[in-house]
């Protein structure tokens, strides 16, 4: 509140304050921003303790950090025209709130000022349950980019795609002004009906996909058996309840299947990430050993450093990790530490490259500020903000699709006449396993179930030479 009165005090006098030079300011100590330390940090997601640290003065002779008086003259001046001039009257309130959201809207796409709402929309992020369609957004460059789209949502059912670019909602162009009230509008009672204007990526003209809002629960682990003895897992987003649910959905599977595994894909397409701690958690129920994450930033809090520790859901079969470029942040440490620490063999497309990690910090009980306060790095020492991650294998975006007319029948032996009886066919007719369903369109699903046989027949070929 000092703060706010301050400002509004500086925008009364900024007319007198530009009209003539102010007399000399007394010299006062300059601020370094890198003392305002919180007194705790916590990773997106985790509520940290609502408290922080005085700023301290700096010492004499730092000066970096001061705020420069032209600064302050040309923001109050702005703040006073625009008080004066605005075509229609604008409060103090709704000045500040954007004041505030301009600051950190300019620093990078994932800090931002969280009211209430916003608040609420995080937490319902981090717990998989809320109202809307299942989308996460990203606005860049005064657009509104599809980061991914939720497994089992409207958007996913509608075909929205890792890429997109929202231009319209219900009819209405997204303005780049006002990429915030875009987002919000998205959200909804369910039921509740609302067109999207999508641009494909790769497209130039958009697309009208009509939805309906919807309650969306996402149970953020997937599993089945691809065949006996292979195992498909796929994480849409990271939560609070992840770890334990892959933990839960694997031991499921063991039992399906009667017995180990001989490998498994995990699919982390199309994940927009989440909760460092549930990707740390993750990563750690694939390795034994070894280094996960480190983050470094500018404050000492915010530099950590994950490890492994001894264990391994599949008792080091061969795991293959599926990634495209809507595999981005908490799902890239994953992918990032199983590459590194050669666990896992990448299949598919560059990752988004969101090697940031965002804070959140509490001003009181209802507002709190988002910042990225730090990059992380994978366990080879490598950042890939921006850069993403290459998978070892890289794969077109493909789709696989049926023949237009039947398979030519196949011959064998057993259709011969006269043929002789072979032992199988004493115990009556072969049936062919029914495929799975992804399987017959997934392209990049098929290519690696074949890699994890490969992979799975080399480790048996070494473990008969033991």
């Known amino acids: 509140m000092r703060l706010r009165l301050s400002l509004l005090a500086l925008a009364l006098v900024a007319a007198a304050a530009l009209a003539a030079p102010p007399p000399e300011p007394p010299v006062a100590?300059?601020?370094?921003?890198?003392?305002d330390v919180p007194a705790t940090m916590a990773p997106e997601g985790v509520d940290p303790v609502a408290t922080a640290a005085p700023v301290a003065p700096a010492t004499k002779g730092q000066s970096s950090g001061s705020v420069d008086l032209e600064d302050i003259r040309a923001f109050t001046a702005v703040y006073s025209l625009v008080k004066q001039a605005y075509v229609e009257p604008v409060d103090d309130h709704r000045l500040m709130q954007a004041a505030i959201q301009g600051l950190l809207a300019g620093l990078d796409p994932h800090s931002e000022y969280l009211g209430p709402e916003q608040m609420q929309d995080l937490t319902e992020d981090t717990t998989g349950s809320y109202d809307g369609l299942g989308i996460e957004v990203l606005q860049v460059e005064g657009t509104l980019r599809v980061v991914a789209p939720?497994?089992?949502?409207?958007?996913?059912?509608?075909?929205?795609?890792?890429?997109?670019?929202?231009?319209?909602?219900?009819?209405?162009?997204?303005?780049?002004?006002?990429l915030d009230g875009a987002v919000e509008s998205l959200r909804g009672e369910p039921g509740t009906p609302i067109t999207l204007g999508i641009v494909h990526e790769g497209e130039s003209m958009?697309?009208?996909?009509?939805?309906?809002?919807?309650?969306?629960?996402?149970a953020s682990v997937r599993g089945r058996l691809l065949e006996p003895g292979y195992a498909y897992l796929r994480i849409s987003q990271f939560?609070?309840?992840?770890?334990?649910?892959?933990?839960?959905?694997?031991?499921?599977?063991?039992?399906?299947?009667?017995?180990?595994?001989?490998?498994?894909?995990?699919?982390?397409?199309?994940?927009?990430?989440?909760?460092l701690n549930s990707a740390v958690e993750v990563s750690d129920e694939f390795l034994s050993e070894?280094?996960?994450?480190?983050?470094?930033?500018?404050?000492?809090?915010?530099?950590?450093?994950?490890?492994?520790?001894?264990?391994?859901?599949?008792?080091?079969?061969?795991?293959?990790?599926?990634?495209?470029?809507?595999?981005?942040?908490?799902?890239?440490?994953?992918?990032?530490?199983?590459?590194?620490?050669h666990r896992a063999l990448l299949m598919g497309r560059r990752t988004f490259g969101k090697g940031s990690v965002q804070t959140v910090l509490p001003l009181d009980a209802g507002h709190a500020v988002k910042l990225t306060t730090a990059r992380y790095?994978?366990?080879?020492?490598?950042?890939?903000?921006?850069?993403?991650?290459?998978?070892?294998?890289?794969?077109?975006?493909?789709?696989?699709?049926?023949?237009?007319?039947?398979?030519?029948?196949?011959?064998?032996?057993?259709?011969?006449?006269?043929?002789?009886?072979?032992?199988?066919?004493?115990?009556?007719p072969v049936t062919p396993r029914a495929a799975d369903r992804d399987l017959q369109q997934d392209y990049a699903l098929n290519e690696a179930l074949n890699a994890l046989k490969a992979l799975a027949l080399r480790n048996a070929r070494t473990e008969g030479r033991g």
Request: aromatic share 2%; no cysteine.
């Open 377 to 428: 790095y994978t366990p080879s020492g490598v950042s890939i903000q921006a850069a993403g991650i290459e998978p070892d294998i890289v794969l077109a975006d493909l789709m696989l699709s049926q023949r237009d007319s039947g398979p030519t029948p196949a011959i064998g032996e057993r259709d011969l006449r006269n043929h002789l009886t072979g032992a199988e066919e004493e115990s009556g």
């Open 239 to 275: 939560q609070a309840e992840t770890g334990s649910q892959l933990r839960s959905r694997f031991e499921r599977l063991l039992a399906e299947n009667k017995g180990p595994l001989r490998g498994a894909v995990l699919d982390l397409r199309s994940n927009p990430g989440g909760l």
């Open 290 to 341: 070894g280094g996960i994450v480190t983050t470094r930033g500018r404050l000492k809090e915010t530099d950590m450093a994950f490890r492994a520790t001894p264990g391994d859901l599949l008792d080091g079969a061969p795991l293959v990790v599926l990634v495209d470029n809507g595999t981005a942040s908490a799902a890239e440490i994953v992918a990032g530490a199983l590459k590194d620490n």
């Open 150 to 178: 939720i497994d089992g949502t409207p958007a996913e059912r509608a075909g929205v795609k890792a890429g997109d670019t929202i231009v319209r909602i219900n009819g209405k162009p997204v303005q780049p002004d006002d």
């Open 29 to 35: 100590p300059a601020v370094d921003p890198a003392d």
């Open 206 to 218: 958009p697309v009208d996909i009509p939805l309906v809002r919807d309650v969306i629960r996402v």
